[in-house]
């Protein structure tokens, strides 16, 4: 998931020099708005994050990968679409296209 999905909870110094504690170390809260994913998101322009409490997913035994081609996107979205419903464990999926693998293709890095 994104980085919004695994935060708890976190404190932040807003413009004013107020300090608001935000979220919490439950699983599930539905209280309110979600101000956790509102300051998460906003990457800094409300307020500076002091501290912050994650949720730690442990390191898998083993990790594949794999790179598939398609002639177009709705191909690539099929894909996709058929291996979240046959519950293929997909951690990250990237679409790209072939003329964003150019520039990188001739850095010659």
Do not use: W
């Amino acid at each position: 998931g994104t980085m919004r999905s695994n935060i708890h909870s976190l404190t932040t110094i807003l413009p004013n020099g107020t300090i608001a504690h935000c979220g919490s170390n439950t699983l599930k809260s539905s209280a309110g708005y979600d101000v956790t994913s509102l300051m998460t998101g906003s990457e800094g322009t409300l307020g500076i994050i002091t501290s912050i409490a994650v949720k730690l997913h442990p390191i898998p035994t083993h990790v594949v990968a794999a790179i598939c081609s398609f002639d177009t996107v709705q191909e690539a979205a099929n894909a996709v679409t058929m291996m979240k419903m046959c519950d293929v464990p997909v951690a990250r999926c990237e679409l790209l296209k072939a003329a964003t693998l150019v520039p990188s293709n001739n850095s010659h890095l």
